[in-house]
């Protein structure tokens, strides 16, 4: 084993890994799955008794929002602009570990009426940002598993917070967010822009349209592998790359289950009950990272992981009797689909990146003339 690929596996938590066929030892597996029942045997013995319902809450209105923002690599830069153009919006602090990130977002702003701090260098810096009694609301953009500690973090020093997906990647860690923002009453949102883009299906269901909503369909089917996951110049660290080596399962749900969440009316009434999920072996990721190696030595050390699934396919089952299926897939040659599908008494419909298309209940998707008349 190369020192590059102790470093690997220490990095991303599978020391478990066995050296010989890189498969997991059957004493990891038997470790997780007793981690996963002391979880679920957590909330069943005891279950999490609601402090203050968030949903339909106000906090106090301001003429200002005072913003600071934690990761500037990827999504954080969009996120500055265009809360730079926003009325009744200062930008007050910027943060990044690494400077060159930190000071070139600044640079955006120039010329504009925001003139932030920047805090960077460290690992502990964002906190330096949350601690400032000036900010109203923190915006979080950085690696996933960094996602709740700040965002918690924020809730504690009296900030609202607005979080990228996913704002968790665990259980415990969306009990974290749901507790804490309860308890000090401030708004956690996370960033999740398809339940704006799907607005039209959500009106529908409202106004009846769909009738009894029987089942839904969503997904994030995005061909990543090479411009995104093995691109060594795209992200900090690879640590999305390390995400799909530490864990297997749909690690980018929201996009697909957000709007149909919405439009199933969970957490209002209703709520997720079953869920089965299933992923493919990995086809893709594992040959990638080892044809790369091969010609680059920083590729070394993710020869050696075993990574995600290409392919996963989550069944839920709600509440009230409805299902929802979710694909999940960003390393097969998939054209980028985010799509969602719903189907009801009256009617279905769907809305995706290619195409929409309604229909009231018949075999046939209506014309342009028809929905019209709708």
């Known amino acids: ?35 996963y029942k002391s979880i679920v045997n957590r909330f069943i013995k005891a279950p999490h008794t609601q402090l203050f319902n968030m949903c339909g809450y106000a906090a106090p209105k301001l003429n200002t929002v005072r913003i600071g923002i934690i990761g500037l690599g990827d999504r954080g830069p969009e996120h500055l602009r265009i809360l730079a153009k926003m009325e ?11 400077p060159e990130f930190a000071n070139k977002a600044k640079k955006l702003l120039e010329g504009s009426r925001h003139n932030p701090g920047v805090y960077t260098t460290h690992s502990e810096a964002w906190k330096e940002l949350c601690d400032r009694n000036d900010i109203d609301v923190v915006f ?23 979080v990228e997906v996913p704002a968790a990647v665990t259980l415990e860690e969306c009990w974290q967010l749901v507790e804490t923002s309860e308890r000090t009453r401030k708004h956690c949102r996370m960033l999740e822009n398809d339940c704006f883009s799907s607005l039209l299906t959500l009106n529908m269901a409202r106004k009846g349209f769909y009738g009894d909503i029987v089942h839904g369909q969503g997904g994030y089917v995005h061909h990543l592998t090479l411009r ?39 957490n209002r009434g209703n709520k997720l009950d079953y869920m089965v999920s299933m992923s493919s072996d990995d086809f893709t990721l594992g040959k990638t990272a080892r044809a790369l190696a091969a010609d680059d030595n920083f590729f070394e050390p993710y020869a050696y992981a075993k ?7 989550s069944i839920i089952r709600t509440q009230r009797g409805q299902t ?17 599908k719903i189907v009801g008494t009256k009617g279905t419909s769907i809305n995706s990146t290619l195409v929409h298309q309604i229909s009231d209940g018949g075999e046939h998707w209506l014309d342009e003339p028809d929905i019209k008349l709708l």
Not at 324 to 340: E, K, R, V, Y
């Open 88 to 98: 009744g919006v200062e930008i007050k602090a910027l943060c990044d570990i690494r």
């Open 1 to 35: 084993m190369t020192n590059n690929r102790k470093n690997f596996l220490k990095l991303t938590g599978l020391t478990s890994l066995s050296v010989a066929g890189g498969g997991i030892l059957s004493g990891f597996a038997s470790e997780k799955s007793n981690h």
């Open 324 to 340: 929802i299926t979710l694909d999940h897939d960003t390393s097969s040659p998939n054209i980028h689909t985010g799509w969602q």
């Open 140 to 162: 979080i953009a950085t690696p996933w598993d960094m996602h709740t500690p700040m965002a918690v973090y924020s809730m504690e020093h009296g900030k609202h917070v607005c």
């Open 228 to 266: 995104y996951l093995f691109n060594k110049n795209q992200y900090w660290e690879m640590w999305r790359l390390r995400q799909n080596a530490r864990r297997n399962g749909d690690l980018y749900p929201t996009h697909g289950v957000g709007p149909i969440c919405q439009i199933m009316d969970i």
């Open 307 to 313: 990574y995600s699934g290409n392919m996963n396919i």
